[in-house]
């Protein structure tokens, strides 16, 4: 089940809001609301389309074009690398938050 917010309001934290209230509480094993920040492999064999599709009805307001917030595993290139992986299914990360 998502959360239905009013008309106009969105979901845009700062960084400090997602580190501080978002991650914090998923570290220390505190409950998350629903339909805001979600677990996903992003670096798997899925496209970030693939991902939007799968995602989007669950967010809390979602609308083309806006951005999702995952938590994910980074994952080395190979087990002795040193370099981390950032190929999404076909495409890759451009750093940041959008695709």
Do not use: H
């Not at 805001?36 to 979602?62: M, S």
Request: net charge positive; glycine share 10%; with cysteine.
């Amino acid at each position: 089940m998502s959360l239905v917010m009013p008309v106009g309001l969105k979901f845009l934290p700062t960084d400090a809001e997602l580190v501080g209230c978002y991650l914090y509480k998923k570290v220390t094993g505190m409950a998350l609301p629903n339909g805001v920040v979600f677990e996903c492999d992003l670096y798997g064999k899925e496209n970030p389309w693939e991902i939007w599709e799968r995602y989007k009805q669950n967010v809390v307001k979602c609308v083309e074009g806006e951005d999702l917030y995952f938590f994910t595993k980074l994952k080395k290139k190979s087990p002795k690398a040193k370099r981390i992986e950032r190929r999404i299914g076909i495409g890759r990360c451009m750093g940041g938050r959008k695709w």
